[in-house]
């Protein structure tokens, strides 16, 4: 029997230890779980072409399909991991990242102004200020709940100045329209489509004050496979692509999801949706970053945490997009 002392089996766990992490790579996923939201243009342009099913057919890879009604959602599926990649706005990504959701941001997908404070059409709600004692509709841990949050704050008020209404995007819609509240913090479509179809007004809007568009991955996803993650974000970026180059293609593909007029369409797509970004850069963080110090000024972030250190840790700009 040949004996090992101790110095040498020292010396073989030290080596096992410091082997690379390659030798233990994770085994390839059977499925993609992916969202598509009326929010994200090119997340319905890649869903109706099948190009994730394409690109990954050859490695026996299937691509599941879920819908995010609202940037809420998507996170909370990314956190629950019935989901590995999730669109929605940076600040809310940000506020996800502080309270622990294991996330990475790495890709933009639009610059929207998809959120504005609006009111009924025959409302005398015309500022900020007049909100104070009234019914808003709102969607938590959305973009625009922050938006409704920054601009209570630059009008001296709070959330306590008012009473939230709780409610899913196309909810506050409907609640609004219905006057069961007096005001409500809209997203595209259903804010656009009730501009068009029912006369409300966006009595406050602030483009720069809506966060960017941004595609977020598990982080564990991302660990166990950054090339899958990789071809992911060039099959994003020929969808986004795609979509600015053929506009009436984009148009007709988001009408057939949604079932809206073409005026609603347009009015979100041509007027309030930009798509010529895709990687995050100083534009993006210095935004999300203004948003995230916003909150915590007005207390939703606590006094305590390292705002830019957890924006720091929320994005992954490593991801190699394609260059041409």
């Known amino acids: 029997m040949v004996r090992i002392s101790r110095r040498a089996m ?17 085994e390839p996923p059977k499925e993609i779980r992916i969202d598509w ?10 869903k109706q072409k099948g190009l994730l099913e394409k690109e990954f057919a050859k490695d026996g890879i299937s691509i599941v399909w879920v819908q995010s009604a609202g940037s809420n959602k998507a996170l909370e599926f990314l956190n629950a991991g019935s989901i590995d990649f999730g669109s929605t706005a940076g600040s ?7 309270n622990g959701n294991p996330i990475r941001s790495i890709y933009v997908y639009s610059r ?5 404070l609006v009111t009924g059409k025959d409302s005398k709600i015309a500022s900020v200020a007049d909100l104070k004692g009234k019914r808003v509709a709102v969607t938590r841990g959305t973009d625009p709940h922050i938006f409704l949050v920054r601009a209570l704050l630059d009008a001296g008020l709070s959330e306590k100045d008012i009473t939230p209404v709780l409610l899913q995007h196309a909810d506050g819609k409907t609640a ?27 009595f406050f809007r602030k483009a720069d004050a809506n966060t ?11 660990k166990d496979h950054p090339d899958i993650v990789r071809r992911v974000l060039a099959v994003y970026e020929d969808a986004r692509k795609y979509s600015l180059a053929n506009y009436d293609d984009l148009k007709k593909t988001f009408i057939a999801v949604t079932k809206l007029p073409e005026a609603v369409v347009d009015k979100q ?10 990687r995050i850069g100083a534009p993006q963080r210095d935004s999300i970053l203004a948003a995230g110090l916003a909150l915590q000024q007005a207390g939703v972030v606590d006094a305590k945490v390292d705002v830019k250190a957890a924006l720091n840790s929320l994005i992954d700009d490593q991801v190699p997009l394609p260059t041409n």
């Open 112 to 116: 929207p102004e998809w959120t504005a």
């Open 212 to 222: 960017w568009g941004i595609l977020n991955v598990r982080e564990q996803f991302l």
């Open 269 to 278: 797509l041509k007027e309030r949706t930009e798509l010529t970004h895709s």
């Open 37 to 46: 939201a009326t929010y994200n243009p090119v997340s319905l342009v890649l």
């Open 10 to 26: 020292a010396a073989m766990i030290a080596g096992l230890a410091l082997a690379p992490a390659a030798g233990f790579a994770a």
């Open 176 to 202: 609004l329209i219905r006057g069961d509240v007096d005001a409500w913090a809209g997203l595209d479509p259903m804010m656009a489509q009730a501009e068009v179809e029912d006369g409300a007004k966006l």
């Open 92 to 98: 809310a990504a940000l506020v996800a990242k502080i």
